[in-house]
């Protein structure tokens, strides 16, 4: 079975930068796409960014020019370069490796903090 784990997260200051590491181990399917989402306590689960299989890759407005997603789903990893981070930035942030048609797996989860 499919086990995806997160890294990287933590405490830092506004204006500072945090690396999100998500690896997937243990699959036997290919990935189709390998996503981040992040909530925030009493809000909804947000898509913040995602590659896809043969190079495609977004980024949320919310974060477009701060956050830069990379990685590649043929080697079932993916990164999530956090720059310029504000307060509001602060949130469980979740990967999420899509197998499609074949399912989904999430990982537990990583938690940012900016604050000062």
């Known amino acids: 079975q499919a086990r995806v784990v997160e890294s990287g997260g933590g405490l830092v200051q506004p204006g500072g930068s945090l690396r999100l590491s998500c690896i997937c181990s243990?699959?036997?399917?290919?990935?189709?796409?390998m996503r981040w989402y992040r909530q925030a306590p009493g809000r909804q689960r947000e898509l913040v960014a995602a590659i896809t299989r043969g190079g495609g890759s977004d980024t949320a407005d919310s974060v477009k020019g701060r956050f830069i997603v990379s990685g590649d789903t043929a080697k079932d990893r993916v990164y999530l370069q956090m720059n310029s981070l504000k307060p509001e930035d602060t949130a469980k942030y979740f990967c999420n490796v899509d197998f499609n048609p074949l399912g989904e797996e999430w990982g537990q989860g990583i938690q940012v903090t900016v604050s000062s």
């Open positions: 243990g699959s036997i399917f290919s990935i189709y796409a």
